[in-house]
């Protein structure tokens, strides 16, 4: 079955003016980014593209014809020019008081592709601009990719067409811990950290945040007896998490952070190379933080470290021990982000061994 990309037109390949109404040429800007991801989709994927707009009143006296036609079909040129083509056009003339079942985010004009099997409708997208692209994504019963959101551009689109999105869950269930993990590594941040431990999830939410992925850590520990298994085993989970997020690895950076924190300077350099190994490099004086044990932090790094498969050396010096740990956290943030960043213009292994 094939599948559909069905593409805005306004505010997702040409940029939008304040009117929404691109009726001159000296109006028609394109989306950065546009032309080369989708020429490198169309290259590169079998799905079939169809353009869907509306373009409110079309052929009345507020828009003619005349100001639509000429613009729209030099837009069709210049995408043609670059290997872009389209396999469908629909645009819907209707003003939105018309209620008319044609128009975004109503399906009519889609209904033809929703209603034949010959169609994988559940992995085909909608891409668009506004909120009502996602809904008509909704309606139609694909996915969708919305140029507000954030952190979506069009490498973004392409990348995650392309390459895939790269979202992994583990549950980890021993007599001492039950573990819930979910790692989209190419989220916006958004975190949801419940370990049982304040200062624990303060730090696993650095990851989240400053790395740009969305993470979900459920942990439920035997707290009662002590704090090791909780926070040694989150580490294992997440770390596997991590792991299985990658893939393949064809296209990561694969290294990547020294950071400051007031008085501190900490460095997190890791590898993806396959091969786990932690240098630790930070003292601490001080028992704990918060309800976090210090000598904890060394054995978190190492089961992250074992579990992931990726070499990790961290440094740290300064004074203020509660800067000196979040500062690491951060540092190891900013390396992942740095290391899980992909180029699929260069979708190969980061190795001349050929495997990682």
């Known amino acids: 079955m094939k599948r559909i990309l069905f593409i805005d037109r306004d505010g997702t390949i040409i940029r939008e003016p304040a009117d929404e109404q691109i009726d001159s040429f000296d109006k028609l800007r394109f989306v950065s980014g546009v032309i080369r ?15 869907v707009s509306n ?28 290997g872009i083509t389209f396999d469908d056009i629909l645009i819907d003339p209707h003003f939105p008081e018309d209620n008319a079942p044609t128009r975004k985010p109503n399906t009519g004009l889609v209904e033809k592709y929703m209603n034949n099997p010959e169609y994988d409708i559940a992995n085909s997208y909608v891409i668009g601009d506004r909120e009502t692209d996602r809904t008509f994504a909704r309606n139609i019963g694909c996915k969708s990719l919305i140029l507000s959101d954030e952190g979506i551009t069009w490498n973004k689109i392409a990348e995650l067409l392309f390459a895939g999105e790269r979202i ?3 549950k980890r269930a021993t007599k001492e811990t039950d573990i819930h993990v979910k790692v989209n590594l190419d989220g916006t941040g958004k975190c949801d950290i419940q370990t049982g431990l304040g200062f624990f999830d303060h730090m696993l ?61 900490c460095s997190v350099c890791l590898d993806f190379g396959g091969r786990p190994w932690l240098v630790w490099d930070a003292e601490f004086k001080r028992e704990k933080i918060g309800e976090m044990p210090t000598e904890m932090f060394l ?15 961290i440094k740290a010096e300064g004074q203020n021990e509660h800067h000196k740990i979040e500062g690491i956290f951060k540092a190891l943030a900013r390396a992942l982000k740095m290391a899980v960043r992909r180029d699929i213009y260069h979708y190969e292994l980061p190795s001349t061994k050929g495997m990682l």
């Open 299 to 313: 054995h978190f790094f190492k089961s992250l470290s074992d579990a992931a498969k990726m070499n990790l050396n």
């Open 168 to 170: 992994a869950e583990v």
């Open 205 to 265: 939410e650095q990851i989240g945040k400053h790395g740009m992925m969305d993470l979900m850590i459920h942990t439920k520990g035997d707290l009662e007896v002590d704090e090791h298994h909780t926070i040694e085993d989150t580490a294992i989970a997440l770390g596997e998490c991590m792991l299985h997020a990658l893939g393949d690895k064809r296209g990561i950076e694969r290294y990547g952070y020294s950071l400051p924190m007031d008085d501190c300077l």
């Open 55 to 82: 373009q409110d009143g079309l052929g009345t006296q507020a828009f003619p014809e005349d100001t639509f036609w000429p613009v729209h079909n030099f837009i069709l040129q210049t995408l043609e020019d670059e």
């Open 37 to 51: 991801n989708l020429a490198f989709l169309r290259e590169k994927l079998d799905f079939r593209f169809v353009m």
